[in-house]
């Protein structure tokens, strides 16, 4: 089961790190994403890595601001937000993506996705 930890209330500017976390198997040999989804709006693809970590995928909005990683050992993928903005409030999923990708199209569309865990809520106050 995953879970989103490490939201919060912030100003425009700060910085936020999200941490994904699975009690359950191990899922090294997926890759991983976060999602977001802003009060009346549908879901968003926000970032993605590959299994092995070496490979990421980012949303325009957030390209340049945000970095996704994974540390494989402790189970863990991790969404560091720089500069944070107000349209950049929402709530944050993590999901488990597929075994089988193009390293050079990683997966972005919801649908891709399974095993969805529990959100967090990020607020970014101007």
């Known amino acids: 089961q995953l879970q989103a930890s490490g939201g919060g209330l912030v100003q425009a500017g700060d910085s936020l790190t999200l941490e994904c976390t699975n009690s359950?198997?191990?899922?090294?040999?997926?890759?991983m994403g976060w999602f977001r989804r802003a009060r009346g709006q549908e879901r968003e693809f926000v970032s993605s890595i590959s299994g092995p970590g070496y490979n990421t995928r980012y949303a325009d909005s957030v390209k340049g601001r945000f970095t996704i990683s994974r540390d494989n050992a402790k189970n863990t993928v991790s969404l560091q937000m720089n500069n944070l903005k107000t349209e950049d409030t929402a709530v944050y999923f993590c999901?488990?993506?597929?075994?089988?990708?193009?390293?050079?199209?990683?997966?972005?569309?919801?649908?891709?996705?399974?095993?969805w865990g529990q959100g967090t809520q990020v607020t970014v106050s101007s």
């Open positions: 999901a488990q993506g597929p075994m089988i990708y193009r390293l050079t199209n990683l997966p972005s569309r919801p649908i891709e996705f399974n095993n």
């Open positions: 359950g198997r191990t899922f090294t040999q997926f890759a």
